[in-house]
């Protein structure tokens, strides 16, 4: 199996790796900080285990690379005119303010999973139709040097696997290590 077929496949598997740890949130805490971090008994590395996004914010951030990052980088290899961003270090000022658009309405868990699943949806046939023979084919600039579109499909199933696991971490342990927290202060 060649690795663009393998890469077909995880774009395939990753989108549920968001999309069920996504659904395990609970909806009140769709928008809350993890307050592990602050905890007075918290020394063992719960900022980065957690992060400091809350977990609607970290699908939002994949969602949004994907957009604009990820399938516009994909589309070069078809034809397209090379992307004005850096899929290697996004434009955070440009996410910010999108960002802050979203949050002035409710967190809709459904329309951006439904986003997110049409934006992969169309990377999974892009990355399909990228022609064997470009596949290896460095073309791409990036601050991290010229890249091809093998690393930029493996760069999106990276990205994503990274935030699926740091919001899978949010359903699976909030509750328990706050507990576990509490319990080292006695």
Known sequence: MSSQEILVRELESTAITIEWPISRV?????????PHS??????????RFFDRWPAYRLFYHLAHYEEFYALPAMRYWLGDPHPDVDIMFPDFAFERSRWENEIKK???????????????????????????DMWKEEKMCTA?????????????????LVYGKTILRKALYWDRALVWLDSQGS
């Open 38 to 47: 602050e905890h007075k008994n918290s020394e063992r590395g719960f900022k």
């Open 144 to 160: 991290l040097g010229t890249v091809s579109a093998e690393v930029v499909v493996t760069k999106t199933v990276e990205h994503t």
């Open 26 to 34: 609970p909806e009140e805490r769709l928008l809350t900080e993890p």
């Open 106 to 132: 409710e967190p809709d868990v459904e329309a951006l999973s439904r986003r997110f699943r049409s934006l992969r949806e169309e990377q999974i046939e892009v990355t399909k139709t990228i022609p064997s």
